[in-house]
T-cell receptor
Framework: GDSVTQMEGPVTLSEEAFLTINCTYT??????LFWYVQYPGEGLQLLLK?????DKGSNKGFEATYRKETTSFHLEKGSVQVSDSAVYFC???????????FGSGTRLQVQP | GAVVSQHPSRVICKSGTSVKIECRSL??????MFWYRQFPKQSLMLMAT?????????EQGVEKDKFLINHASLTLSTLTVTSAHPEDSSFYIC??????????FGPGTRLLVL
């Protein structure tokens, strides 16, 4: 099955800092790629997705580009806010199991 | 739109008892739902795929007799943890597939087995 490697957290940033959370994956073929976010005490929410190579998913100031050559889908945001503090999960869609495979999650803590 | 609910949100039970967790898609029909388990500060582990009107597909290492899944309608899937033991204590999360590969997640159920 697919596997996902995310950078270990926690990542601690000051407000308005630039954010990058690295994600690489192994998969059969070219799966759709997702980022989910889990705010404290809440369930997972879809943040953004990309369905084919070179696609850029974006939402709430976050962006991630589907890089087929490097099998990566790094999450970026130019200026983080305290409200962005959460756990972020990278997840390719496993076409064999027809289900998402989740990375270990990266906890982001943004300080005022 | 695309709201998924879970009930209960938290449950405490004695060892040896069974616990049922419900997962509902509130504003859409889902032929496929998924059950995950999340350990503290760890990723989500897929336990099984629940298909409406047919048997669930369990991941390797997940005991089907321990974790009974029933997907009786297009908006409801249930997970029953039978004869629960302390090692079954965890955070159980369901999701429902709306279209293609996009899944919407419930808020999770925290199970504590004493």
């Amino acid at each position: 099955g697919d596997s996902v490697t995310q950078m270990e957290g926690p990542v601690t940033l000051s407000e308005e800092a630039f954010l990058t959370i690295n994600c690489t994956y192994t998969a059969t073929g070219y799966p759709s790629l997702f980022w989910y976010v889990q705010y404290p005490g809440e369930g997972l929410q879809l943040l953004l997705k990309a369905t084919k190579a070179d696609d850029k998913g974006s939402n709430k100031g976050f962006e991630a580009t589907y890089r087929k050559e490097t099998t990566s889908f790094h999450l970026e945001k130019g200026s983080v806010q305290v409200s962005d503090s959460a756990v972020y999960f990278c997840a390719p869609f496993d076409t064999g199991r027809r289900a998402l495979t989740f990375g270990s999650g990266t906890r982001l803590q943004v300080q005022p | 739109g695309a709201v998924v609910s879970q009930h209960p949100s938290r449950v405490i039970c004695k060892s040896g008892t069974s616990v049922k967790i419900e997962c509902r898609s509130l504003d859409f029909q889902a032929t496929t739902m998924f059950w995950y388990r999340q350990f503290p500060k760890q990723s989500l582990m897929l336990m099984a795929t629940s298909n409406e009107g047919s048997k669930a597909t369990y991941e390797q290492g997940v005991e089907k007799d321990k974790f009974l899944i029933n997907h009786a309608s297009l908006t409801l899937s249930t997970l029953t943890v039978t004869s629960a033991h302390p090692e079954d204590s965890s955070f159980y999360i369901c999701s429902a597939r709306l279209r293609k590969e996009t899944q919407y997640f419930g808020p999770g159920t925290r199970l504590l087995v004493l």
